[in-house]
């Protein structure tokens, strides 16, 4: 089964850029979508952005503008570029895949953003 690995949070102030990186231990071809998705405390789970194995992305629209989401197949990673950040995008970032049976793979361990103000 495939693993994912996210990685590249921290602690930036309020304006700051984080680059996201989630790696996959086998491919993510069979994944229709890659998306990340964050939890902030005591909120749950959301959708911030997705791309397509096409190249289709979506972003939430509170970080639309300012996230930007890419896919290398070739690689099995996916990128989150994350600019301007704000207080209120703090949270553990989590990636993860659609396949034509379901979720891609089991929840990783995520990656820790906070974003001081």
């Known amino acids: 089964q495939v693993q994912l690995t996210e990685s590249g949070g921290g602690l930036v102030h309020h304006g700051g850029s984080l680059r996201l990186s989630c790696a996959a231990s086998?491919?993510?071809?069979?994944?229709?979508?890659m998306g990340w998705y964050r939890q902030a405390p005591g909120k749950q789970r959301e959708l911030v952005a997705s791309?397509?194995?096409?190249?289709?992305?979506y972003y939430l629209g509170s970080v639309k503008g300012r996230f930007t989401i890419s896919r290398d197949s070739a690689k099995n990673t996916v990128v989150l570029q994350m600019n301007s950040l704000k207080p209120e995008d703090t949270g553990v970032y989590y990636c993860?895949?659609?396949?034509?049976?379901?979720?891609?793979?089991?929840w990783g361990q995520g990656t820790q953003v906070t974003v001081s103000s």
């Open positions: 791309i397509t194995s096409d190249g289709t992305s």
């Open positions: 993860n895949g659609l396949t034509r049976v379901g979720q891609l793979a089991s």
């Open positions: 086998g491919s993510i071809n069979s994944a229709h979508v």
